[in-house]
């Protein structure tokens, strides 16, 4: 069964370096997401990826943070200058036209 | 920002009895709702959704109860079996594409 990728499983960084954190959505979606889960709290919703531009963010996703689908399989998220209160997992999820949405395993991000 | 409430933190079942995972909501407009399975170290695991429009839907062991006048879902498993065991998460959606999630609760099945 086709499943969405997420690559690293575990990124550790310094404050204030940038991170890119990369995704495989499954091959036949169009809408791309991603969301993130600090440690005791919920999964919350950063931003989704349409037709090749952002469709929504939130008030999480700044000018730290951007999208990019850079080929036709990859979709990665960058953060410029991670900060401590970046640490969290971070959850890519793809959907096709109905509206389910599917979760990667997620890439724990710890920011030191 | 507590629109989506999951109030019991833990629910723990025999197996082979009914677990029933509640959740509550505050905003009339959501449209969408669904419920997702996690295991640790494991994204989120779609399981089952339900629209606004209807107040039942059923797949296999799962069943999703909505009922709007009281801004209440609940997912029903039955039987419930030990590799049920996991965190639930409910979520929902207001015509726009971002879910918006509750706290999970975590259900352990016991033989």
């Known amino acids: 069964e086709p499943e969405v990728t997420q690559t690293p499983s575990h990124q550790v960084t310094q404050m204030g370096q940038e991170v890119i954190l990369r995704c495989v959505p499954i091959?036949?979606?169009?809408?791309f997401y991603w969301y993130r889960q600090i440690l005791g709290q919920k999964v919350e919703f950063l931003v989704s990826?349409?037709?090749?531009?952002?469709?929504?963010k939130s008030e999480i996703f700044d000018d730290q943070f951007s999208v990019e689908r850079p080929d036709g399989s990859n979709f990665t998220l960058k953060i410029r200058s991670t900060k401590l209160e970046d640490s969290a997992m971070y959850f890519c999820?793809?959907?096709?036209?109905?509206?389910?949405?599917?979760f990667g395993p997620g890439t724990r991000l710890t920011v030191l | 920002d507590q629109q989506v409430k999951q109030n019991s933190p833990s629910l723990s079942v025999q197996e082979g009895r009914i677990s029933i995972l509640n959740c509550d909501y505050t905003?009339?407009?959501?449209?969408?709702f669904l419920w997702y399975k996690k295991y640790p170290a494991e994204g989120p695991t779609f399981l089952i959704s339900?629209?606004?429009?209807?107040d039942k839907n059923e797949d296999g062991r799962f069943t999703v109860f909505l009922n709007k006048s009281a801004k209440h879902l609940s997912l029903h498993i039955v039987p419930s079996q030990p590799g049920d065991s996991a965190v639930y998460f409910c979520?929902?959606?207001?015509?726009?594409?971002?879910?918006?999630f509750g706290t999970g609760t975590r259900l352990q099945v016991f033989p």
């Open positions: 999820a793809s959907r096709p036209r109905t509206t389910e949405q599917f």
């Open positions: 091959s036949n979606h169009l809408y």
């Open positions: 990826f349409y037709n090749n531009e952002i469709s929504e």
């Open positions: 905003n009339s407009m959501f449209d969408y």
């Open positions: 339900i629209s606004s429009i209807k």
């Open positions: 979520a929902a959606r207001e015509n726009t594409d971002k879910l918006i």
